[in-house]
């Protein structure tokens, strides 16, 4: 069943003030909306939206090569394989300003 207050979380989370490069405010909302599972299915994908959607309205987009696999990142989120702080730098290294 769809949880409207894990959802509500997880689109929160990026704003709560401790994540103030947008390296740290995208790496929280997909971390958020992965975990929090809030969605019946479909919560990686949605996660990863998100967050090209928050990339691009800051002013930034995402340098990643075409045979970079963002799913394997976000299944890592998933997984537990990739935490929080690696998730940040993941995007600090392929944040570029617009």
Do not use: C
């Not at 704003?15 to 997909?30: C, D, E, R, T």
């Not at 299915?41 to 967050?51: C, E, P, Q």
């Not at 970079?68 to 976000?74: A, G, K, Q, T």
């Amino acid at each position: 069943m769809t949880s409207l207050h894990l959802i509500q979380s997880a689109l929160a989370r990026p704003y709560s003030g401790y994540h103030s490069p947008i390296a740290k405010k995208v790496a929280a909302l997909l971390h958020s909306v992965v975990a929090n599972h809030g969605f019946v299915d479909g919560n990686k994908r949605t996660a990863w939206l998100l967050a090209e959607l928050l990339v691009e309205r800051s002013g930034y987009r995402l340098n990643i090569p075409d045979d970079e696999p963002i799913d394997d990142l976000v299944v890592g989120v998933a997984s537990g394989d990739v935490d929080f702080d690696a998730l940040v730098q993941w995007f600090r290294e392929r944040l570029v300003r617009i």
